[in-house]
């Protein structure tokens, strides 16, 4: 134990000594044990770092040394265009092998390697970046720079289907943790080159990719520039999932409506980007961001365009419907118990009457118990395994409900307001709305007890007068109903034949009226709530 214990200090004293006190002034040494040394200490003497030292040439041999990441790299690539091309070109090396250092650097980099993507690099934290992006480096003694091979690799998960926005026609290909990967899948739907990406790291610890997309010509150019200026303002250290970056992107922050859309699925994200709007993809995760948005694209699925558009306008007209039901389902039927039984009609005013006789709490206090108990519900499903998942939420929704009604603590019409409200909430095809949704729904639910539905009615007068403040990156959000488009309702709570739908806009989110008189630009929502003329 107090040897172990001795080794241990040892590692932290040298890890402590020169690069504690000059990490940040550490630079590519001619000597190249002194680089692998500071590259050692720097990296706390990790198991994980490989380095491989050999000589090439025989009548003056140059020492050389391959580093690189274990886990982090595509072992192929290191075995055989790596290590085996340095072997191999060796014979050819000492018969040509320059004297000087910078000629001898030159010669390994032209001749003695045989990867397609290499890179030169003189400063030390491009360096270590590189390295620990997952490319190997190659030192030459006697020369102060590094050659970067894109060595790229790991494990990586395969591409599956999507697990949160299943569709019963469609590809069955979703985003997985590699940011090649992801761009890759967009390039093989858009063969154009018109399809640009930028690259910038984020996260001054972390230094996470991340990939701008947008088709030039398409995208709006302001859009496109803000998106940019906002990316280039963050200032973090760590970037683990593409939410960070979109709570530090979006308009506004208080707010439960989602102003920036996520998808897992590359041709939801193809058909955002031939309507003009921009992607961010983050390395390490499936989930990719879509700016500008609009309310209608929260509402949409790609259903509605593999199937016949009246069965997509059905589709959408119940997913509107069961929006309104998650918002005021429990608040109608607090106010109609409360404060105006005239509205409801004799018999059911009776049995209502009946069925809360041995009911020890008002109607507000039963639907303030019923909605915590169906979210406890709710989460919990979430968390278990999913084998058990589903199995807990469904039962256990059956056990509760039942207890409670033959318990006399919760009417049976309680449980049916609740229970509809659940699935309603289910209905809607982006998390993100549900959830706000079901946050606003316990407002509604407050204003329906106090003042009936006089507070219903002042809720949704705020509620809207704060979904038309929103915008998305300039868009409103309400768009194309507010402003109103006529051209914009071909796609947006109705889908009009297919022939009659243009993929690409003028302006996303709302039409202009030119000189003419006539009305251009956005005609509604494409894919998933992509705009469409």
């Given amino acids: 134990m107090k040897k172990n214990r001795s080794l241990i200090q040892d590692r932290d004293a040298r890890a402590s000594g020169d690069t504690a006190s000059g990490a940040d002034n550490l630079n590519i040494s001619n000597n190249l044990e002194q680089t692998l040394d500071n590259v050692t200490r720097e990296l706390g003497f990790s198991p994980d770092l490989k380095i491989r030292k050999f000589q090439i040439g025989s009548a003056e041999p140059v020492w050389v040394a391959a580093v690189f990441m274990d886990g982090l790299i595509n072992t192929v690539a290191v075995d055989e265009f790596v290590m085996g091309a340095l072997f191999d070109n060796s014979a050819d090396a000492a018969e040509g092998m320059p004297r000087e250092p910078q000629e001898r650097f030159q010669f390994i980099l032209d001749r003695a390697l ?25 030192l030459v003694d006697g020369c102060s720079k590094a050659i970067v091979g ?22 069955k290909d979703s985003f997985v943790e590699s940011l090649i990967t992801n ?12 399809l640009w990406i930028e690259f910038m790291k984020i996260g001054s610890v972390t230094n996470t990719d991340v990939a701008l997309l947008y088709m030039k010509g398409r995208a709006d150019d302001k859009v496109v520039d803000q998106v940019r200026m906002r990316l280039k303002k963050i200032d973090i250290e760590a970037v683990l999932e593409s939410s960070y970056i979109e709570q530090l992107i979006q308009d506004k922050v208080f707010t439960p409506f989602p102003t920036v859309y996520n998808t897992e699925r590359p041709d939801v994200s193809a058909a955002n980007l031939l309507e003009g709007r921009v992607v961010l993809i983050v390395d390490g995760t499936p989930f990719v961001l879509v700016v500008p948005t609009v309310l209608a694209q929260f509402l949409q699925s790609t259903d509605d365009y593999t199937q016949r558009f009246d069965s997509a306008t059905l589709m959408r007209l119940v997913r509107y419907m069961s929006l309104i039901i998650l918002l005021l389902g429990p608040s109608v039927y607090i106010a109609l118990t409360t404060f105006h039984y005239e509205m409801v009609p004799t018999p059911m005013l009776i049995s209502l009457l009946a069925q809360r006789e041995n009911v020890p709490f008002p109607a507000a206090i039963e639907a303030m118990i019923m909605e915590a108990a169906f979210e406890i519900l709710r989460e919990a499903g979430i968390r278990m395994p999913r084998a058990v998942g589903q199995t807990v939420s469904i039962v256990g929704a059956l056990i509760l409900g039942t207890a409670v009604v033959e318990a006399g603590i919760i009417t049976p019409v309680m449980v049916i307001v609740v229970a509809l409200t659940g699935i309603a909430s289910f209905a809607i095809p982006s998390y993100n709305l549900a959830v706000a949704g079901r946050i606003i729904r316990f407002g509604f639910m407050v204003a329906a007890s106090m003042f009936g539905f006089y507070g219903i009615t002042l809720g949704l007068i705020v509620l809207i007068a704060h979904i038309n403040s929103l915008q998305s990156f300039g868009t409103p959000y309400l768009a194309p109903l507010s402003p109103f488009s006529i051209r914009g309702q071909k796609d947006t709570v109705i889908r009009v034949p297919m022939f009659l739908v243009s993929l690409r806009p003028n302006k996303l989110g709302y039409m202009k009226d030119d000189k003419s008189g006539k009305r251009k630009g956005t005609a509604g929502t494409g894919k998933d709530g992509q705009s469409g003329a």
């Fill in 114 to 138: 045989e990867l397609g993507e290499t890179a030169v690099k003189d400063d030390w934290n491009d360096m270590m970046l590189s390295l620990l992006s997952g490319n190997t480096i190659i």
């Fill in 150 to 171: 894109g060595t790229k690799g790991g494990e990586w998960r395969t591409v599956a289907e999507p697990s949160s926005q299943i569709v019963i026609r469609g590809p």
């Fill in 183 to 194: 761009i890759a899948l967009i390039r093989r739907r858009i063969k154009s080159p018109k």
